[in-house]
């Protein structure tokens, strides 16, 4: 649902904050993130990448590589290179609802954590 057509834009993002602080300080919250985006950390770590990012920004749009591409200033066929590495390196189908899912809840979370540590 874009933002356009949802009536209470401000209360989505609200929950999905509680959502994140509440699942952030869960036991079992770091090893997920590390399972689910574990090589995509290590791969940016090594090689100065932007896969993480690249997931949350998909996630936010949808999973579609288009609006994507906007956000991240790319080329939509850049986007989808990405996509292809993504599914790559983590072994996980960008087809598969509930690995969108995962990867989401991974990368909000590693986001979650990251913003706190800084």
């Known amino acids: 649902m874009s933002a ?4 209470h834009p401000g209360a989505q993002d609200r929950w999905l904050d509680w959502l994140d602080r509440g699942l952030a300080g869960q036991p079992g ?20 990448g932007d896969l993480v990012h690249t997931v949350e920004v998909l996630a936010a749009c949808g999973w579609s590589p288009s609006p994507a591409a906007r956000r991240l ?26 690995q969108r899912l995962l990867l989401t809840v991974a990368a909000r979370l590693h986001r979650h954590v990251q913003n706190h540590r800084e």
């Not at 356009?4 to 009536?7: A, E, F, G, R, V």
């Not at 790319?74 to 087809?95: A, D, F, K």
């Open 73 to 98: 200033f790319l080329l939509r066929n850049s986007v989808l290179y990405r996509r292809s590495r993504i599914e790559e390196i983590t072994g996980r189908s960008l087809s598969d609802p509930r």
């Open 29 to 48: 919250a770091e090893a997920m993130v590390r399972d689910v985006l574990g090589p995509l950390i290590d791969y940016d770590a090594r090689h100065q």
């Open 4 to 7: 356009q057509s949802n009536p």
